[in-house]
C-alpha cells in the first residue's frame, strides 16, 4: 500500500495550486458574484490540458489518469467551484462518448471538448425528475437513418457551450432510456436564462429545448434501450469529478478555519487558544484527510475499473460522504468565525453555498445510498 | 547552440515547518529556488528565439533524479546530472567546480544562466566561479537578455541605475526573479518530462568542502501590539511600517 504522490503527480498538483493563486483566485469571488468564468480562464486552463486530462492523447486528452485528475481538480475546487465543475461536467460527457462511444464517435467528438474549444454536457434531469430513469419523457422517434427527440431537458451543465451532449431519450423501439450524442445548437435546440443557483457558480446550469432534434442514427451512444448503464457507470466516473471539488472545498473551509483562528484575537491572543476552537480545527483535519484518502482511492480505482456495479457503489460511497461532509466542514468553519462567517466578505459563505450543493447533484444523496445498499446487500 | 541553466535542488520552502524556531526537513518535498526557475524560463525562452537546445544542469541527492523532471516539463530538452547522496551541503567552491566539469562534456555551448542565489544558501557566488573556472565573461543581476548572432545583449539592473552590457558568446550570466514571469508547464510537458534524455556524470567529488550549519533558526516574528485610539494614529502607523504613501 502507497500513500505517496509519484513526482508527476505532485508537480500537477502544484500546477494547478500555480494556476489557481496566479490567474484564478484574484476573480474568484468576480465569478462568484457575475456567475461567470472569464474567457482567459477557459483559455488558461485549456492551456494546461486540463480539460481532458484523464483521456487517451489520441482523442486528444493528456492521457493522465483519474489520479491526477483528482489532485488537479481538488485544487480548482478549493479556489473556484465554478471552472471546476465546469470541467468535471465536461469530463461526466466526455466519460461517457469515452467508456461507450465507437472510436468514430470518440474521434469527432473527443478532441474539441479536450482542448476546451468545446464543452460537452450530460442531459438526463427534466422537469418530473432526477432520479429515475423510467419517468423520462423525452421521446425519440425513428425516421429513416435518424431519430427525432423531443422533450425538455432541466439543470443541464454546460449548455451554453457548444460541443457534444450525450441527452437521454426514452425511444420507441426499446420503450427504455437510450443515450443519443446531440450536437448542442444544432437545429430544434434551444436553451433558457441561466439558473440562478446559490452555489457553483460561474458553472452554468440552463433548461434545454429539444424541438425535432434531428439526431443521425450514428449518434446512439451504446445500444438501443440500453440508456441506463450509460447513466449509471457514466455518472460514478462523473462523481470522480465531483467528489475532487468537494474535497477542495473541505481543504478552503479547514485552512480559513485555521487562518482565522490564528488571527482572531480575544484580550490580546489568538482565539486558537480556546479548546472549543481547537475541537474544530481537529474536526476539520479529521474530515479533510479521511475525505482526501477516499477522493484519491476513488480516482485510482476509476483507472482501473472492471465491474461497473462495484465501481458505481465505491463512487457513490465517495460522493455521498465527501459532499455530506463538505457540508459539515463549511458549518465548522463558519462557527470558528462567528458572525462574521455569515458574512460575505468572508470566503466562508461562498464555501457554505458550494457545499450544500454537492448533496443534490449527480444524484442525491438518498439515491446514492441506495446504490450502495442495493451492491452490499445483493452484490 | 546549446543554452546551459544551473540548478540547485533545494527543500520546498512553502512546506517547511518550524519547530521551536528549527526548521523541520523530513518529508519536505525537494524542487528548484524560484530564481533557478526565472533562469529557466529565461533560457526557455532564448531557445525559442534562436531554436537552440536547452540543457539543464545540476549537482546533487539521488533525488535530483526525481527533481529534475520539474525543469524538463519547464521545459528544458535534456539534463546532465552529478548524482550523490554524500552531496549534502556543498559550499559554492566545490558545486561549481562540478558544475565546470558537467559544462566541459558539453558541445558548443552559447550562454551559461544561473539565478542570481539558490533559494537555500543565497550564497550568490556559484554563477561567478563557474565563469572564472571555464575562463569567460559574466554579467550579473540581469533582467534581460538577447541574443543577436554570436553577440548576446544583457541589462543588468544595479542598485540605481542600469547598465547594457554587450558580449560575444559563450558568456555567463546570472539573472535576477525580474526577468521573466515562469510559465506554468502542462499536463502534457509534465507526463513526458520523465522520457527526456538525462546524461548522468560520474565526478570526483571526494574531497569537495561541505559546510557544516552550526546553528539555523527561524527569525521571531511577534504581533506588535500597537494600540490605536485614533484615525491620525492609525495612519501614522501604516506610513512607519511603509505601508502608506511609499
Ligand atoms: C449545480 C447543478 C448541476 C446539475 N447538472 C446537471 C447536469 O449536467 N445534467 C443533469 O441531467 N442534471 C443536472 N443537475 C440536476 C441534478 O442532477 C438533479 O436535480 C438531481 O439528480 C435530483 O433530481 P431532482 O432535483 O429532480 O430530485 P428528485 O428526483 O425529484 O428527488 C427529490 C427527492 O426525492 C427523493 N427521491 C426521488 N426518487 C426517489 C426514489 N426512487 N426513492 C427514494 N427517494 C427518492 C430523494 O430523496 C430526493 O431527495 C444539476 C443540478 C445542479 C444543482
Redesign the interface.
Known amino acids: 500500500m502507497e500513500f505517496t504522490l509519484s513526482k508527476e503527480q505532485l508537480l500537477i498538483q502544484k500546477m494547478a495550486q500555480e494556476f489557481c493563486a496566479k490567474h484564478l483566485e484574484p476573480v474568484a469571488e468576480q465569478i462568484d458574484r457575475d456567475n461567470k468564468i472569464p474567457a482567459e480562464i477557459i483559455k488558461g486552463l485549456s492551456e494546461l490540458d486540463l480539460f481532458g486530462l484523464p483521456f487517451k492523447e489520441e482523442y486528444g486528452g493528456a492521457d493522465a489518469g483519474y489520479d491526477c485528475y483528482v489532485l488537479a481538480m481538488e485544487q480548482l475546487g478549493k479556489v473556484s467551484s465554478g471552472p471546476a465543475i465546469t470541467i468535471s461536467v465536461n469530463c461526466l460527457g466526455l466519460g461517457a462518448i469515452d467508456k461507450f462511444g465507437t472510436p468514430a464517435q470518440k474521434s469527432k467528438y473527443m478532441p474539441k471538448a479536450c482542448r476546451g474549444e468545446h464543452l460537452a454536457s450530460f442531459a438526463f434531469t427534466e422537469p418530473g425528475t432526477g432520479s429515475d430513469p423510467k419517468q423520462i419523457t423525452t421521446r425519440a422517434v425513428k425516421e429513416g437513418d435518424h431519430y427525432i427527440l423531443n422533450g425538455t431537458k432541466r439543470f443541464i451543465s454546460n449548455a451554453d457551450y457548444p460541443g457534444p451532449m450525450v441527452a437521454f431519450a426514452m425511444d420507441d423501439e426499446s420503450s427504455k432510456p437510450t443515450a443519443f450524442i446531440v450536437d448542442k445548437f444544432c437545429e430544434g435546440y434551444s436553451i433558457s436564462e441561466p439558473w440562478h443557483k446559490i452555489g457553483y457558480r460561474g458553472g452554468n446550469l440552463l433548461d434545454v429545448y429539444l424541438k425535432d432534434v434531428k439526431v443521425p442514427a450514428e449518434n446512439v451512444l451504446g445500444k438501443m434501450g440500453g440508456g441506463f448503464p450509460v447513466l449509471t457507470y457514466g455518472i460514478a466516473f462523473g462523481k470522480v469529478g465531483i467528489s475532487s471539488v468537494a474535497l477542495g472545498g473541505i481543504l478552503a473551509a479547514y485552512e480559513a478555519a485555521v487562518k482565522y483562528a490564528k488571527e482572531k484575537t480575544h484580550r490580546g491572543e489568538p482565539i486558537a487558544k480556546f479548546q472549543a476552537v481547537q475541537l474544530r480545527i481537529a474536526d476539520l483535519a479529521m474530515k479533510y484527510e479521511a475525505c482526501r484518502w477516499l477522493t484519491y482511492r476513488l480516482g485510482c480505482l476509476a483507472n482501473n475499473a472492471k465491474d461497473p456495479m462495484l465501481f458505481a457503489k465505491e463512487a457513490a460511497v465517495t460522493k455521498t460522504y465527501v459532499c455530506e461532509t463538505f457540508v459539515d466542514a463549511a458549518r465548522i468553519a463558519i462557527d470558528v468565525h462567528g458572525s462574521y462567517g455569515l458574512m460575505n466578505d468572508y470566503l466562508v459563505t461562498r464555501l457554505y453555498r458550494d457545499a450544500i450543493l454537492g448533496p443534490q447533484v449527480e444524484g442525491v444523496a438518498d439515491m446514492q445510498k441506495m446504490i450502495i445498499a442495493g451492491v452490499v446487500l445483493n452484490g | 547552440m546549446n543554452i546551459v541553466v544551473a540548478m540547485k535542488q533545494i527543500p520546498d520552502l512553502q512546506q517547511i515547518r518550524i519547530r521551536n524556531r528549527k526548521p523541520i526537513l523530513d518529508d519536505v518535498?525537494l524542487t528548484f529556488g524560484n530564481i533557478d526557475k526565472n533562469a529557466l524560463e529565461a533560457g526557455v525562452q532564448l531557445k525559442e528565439a534562436t531554436g537552440s537546445n536547452l540543457i539543464v544542469v545540476s549537482v546533487g541527492t539521488e533525488a535530483l533524479e526525481?527533481?529534475i523532471?520539474?525543469a524538463l516539463?519547464a521545459g528544458a530538452d535534456e539534463a546532465y546530472l552529478v548524482l550523490d547522496d554524500e552531496i549534502g551541503d556543498m559550499e559554492s567552491s566545490s558545486s561549481a567546480r562540478l558544475i565546470a566539469e558537467a559544462i566541459k562534456k558539453i558541445d558548443d555551448v552559447g550562454i551559461i544562466l544561473f539565478g542570481e542565489g539558490s533559494g537555500d544558501n543565497y550564497s550568490g557566488q556559484v554563477g561567478s566561479r563557474v565563469a572564472a573556472i571555464l575562463g569567460l565573461p559574466q554579467a550579473g543581476y540581469a533582467k534581460s537578455i538577447n541574443i543577436n548572432g554570436n553577440i548576446a545583449t544583457v541589462t543588468r539592473s544595479l542598485e540605481d541605475c542600469e547598465e547594457v552590457l554587450e558580449a560575444e558568446l559563450p558568456i555567463v550570466v546570472s539573472v535576477i526573479a525580474d526577468i521573466n514571469e515562469p510559465r506554468?508547464?502542462?499536463?502534457?510537458q509534465?507526463?513526458k518530462?520523465?522520457r527526456k534524455p538525462k546524461e548522468m556524470l560520474e565526478l570526483d567529488v571526494t574531497g569537495d568542502s561541505m559546510l557544516e550549519t552550526i546553528s539555523n533558526l527561524a527569525p521571531e516574528m511577534q504581533r506588535k501590539?500597537i494600540e490605536i485610539e485614533t484615525i491620525e494614529k492609525l495612519l501614522k502607523v501604516l506610513e512607519n511600517e511603509g505601508l502608506l504613501r511609499r
Open positions: 518535498a526525481d527533481t523532471k520539474e516539463a506554468i508547464p502542462s499536463v502534457t509534465i507526463l518530462a520523465g501590539q
